[in-house]
C-alpha cells in the first residue's frame, strides 16, 4: 500500500491584556505533505510489516520514519508481536509563535524525534478471557519541554527522554451479553537534567453490557497517578463515566440510537493544574441517525 496527504493552511491567535489596552495578533502559514508505503509479508506462521514515510513541513522541515513489525503465531488463539519505528513530533503554534505575559515563545524550537520499540503476547485463556501484555521503550531526542525558570516560562528542546514501561489488559468473553475489563499500565520517565524522573501508573475497571440488537450500556473507571510535584495538581481519584445507548430500527437500511453520558459521575477532584480545574459531574444526551 502507498498514499500522499497534504495540507495547507494557517494558524493565528489573539493576546489581549486589558490592563494594558493592548493586544498582539499573532499568524502564520503552515505547509504539511507526506508520502508513504507499508506492506504485509506472510510467511508460515510468521506475518512480516515494513514501512516507510516521508514528511515534509514548512516549519520544522523534512523527516524519514522507518518502521518494521512483525507477529508470530504462536497457538491458534495466541500471537507474538515485535515492532520498531521512528517518528517525530512537531512543536504547535503556541508553543512556537504565541507566548503571553508569563510565558514566552520559542521560534527556534525544534520537532521531537526517537525511535519506538514494543513487544507482547495476546492470548485467549480457555475461550472465556482474552489477555495482553505490552512492554514498550521511546528514546526521544530533542525532547520538548517548559523552562524550568519559575518567573517567564517557555518551551525549550532538553536532550533525552527516555519513555518506558508495560501495558496488561483482560477481558472476559460476554456472558448473558455482559463482558468485565481490567488493564494497568506503568511508564518510568527518565529525562535529562534538570527536568526529574517520574513514574506515572494507571488502572482501568469496567463492566458492558450489549445484546447487540437495541441496548448497550458501560460504566468505566479509570484512575491515573502522575507523580505530579506538591501543589501542581490534584490526582490518585478513579474516575468514572456512565453511558446508556439505545438502538431502533427504523426499516429500509435505516436506523436511530438514543444516547446518555454521565461523565465523572461521582464529581472526583482531579485536575492536572490547579489553575485550569477539571470540571465535576457533567452529562450529554442527543441521537444518531444512520441512512
Request: proline share 4%; charged share 20%.
Amino acid at each position: 500500500m502507498a498514499g500522499f496527504e497534504a495540507s495547507d493552511g494557517s494558524e493565528s491567535s489573539q493576546l489581549t491584556m486589558p490592563w494594558r489596552r493592548r493586544t498582539s495578533d499573532i499568524s502564520g502559514n503552515v505547509t504539511k505533505w507526506a508520502l508513504f508505503s507499508n506492506d504485509t509479508l506472510t510467511l508460515g506462521d510468521f506475518a512480516v510489516t515494513p514501512g516507510i514515510r516521508f514528511d515534509h513541513d514548512s516549519v520544522c522541515g523534512n523527516y524519514v520514519s522507518p518502521s518494521l513489525g512483525t507477529t508470530y503465531q504462536l497457538s491458534e488463539h495466541s500471537i507474538a508481536r515485535v515492532s520498531i519505528a521512528k517518528g517525530f513530533t512537531r512543536p504547535t503554534f503556541a508553543m512556537t509563535s504565541g507566548g503571553g505575559v508569563f510565558w514566552m515563545s520559542n521560534p527556534g524550537l525544534t520537532a521531537e524525534q526517537g525511535w519506538s520499540y514494543q513487544a507482547g503476547v495476546e492470548s485467549a485463556v480457555f475461550d472465556r478471557v482474552n489477555v495482553k501484555g505490552t512492554l514498550f521503550r521511546h528514546d526521544i531526542d530533542n525532547a520538548i519541554s517548559n523552562d524550568p525558570d519559575s518567573t517567564v516560562g517557555k518551551y525549550v528542546n532538553v536532550g533525552k527522554i527516555v519513555r518506558q514501561g508495560y501495558e496488561v489488559s483482560a477481558e472476559s468473553a460476554p456472558v448473558f451479553n455482559t463482558s468485565l475489563k481490567v488493564s494497568n499500565s506503568f511508564v518510568h520517565i527518565r529525562p535529562d537534567a534538570p527536568f526529574r524522573t517520574t513514574n506515572n501508573y494507571s488502572y482501568q475497571a469496567g463492566i458492558k453490557y450489549d445484546d447487540r440488537k437495541s441496548w448497550l450500556g458501560q460504566l468505566t473507571g479509570t484512575y491515573i497517578r502522575w507523580d505530579l510535584p506538591e501543589g501542581t495538581g490534584r490526582d490518585g481519584y478513579f474516575v468514572w463515566d456512565a453511558n446508556l445507548n439505545r438502538r431502533f430500527d427504523i426499516g429500509n437500511d435505516r436506523s436511530a440510537e438514543l444516547f446518555f453520558t454521565v461523565h465523572n459521575l461521582f464529581a472526583a477532584p482531579y485536575t492536572t493544574l490547579t489553575s485550569q480545574v477539571n470540571p465535576g459531574r457533567w452529562v450529554e444526551g442527543g441521537v444518531k441517525w444512520r441512512y
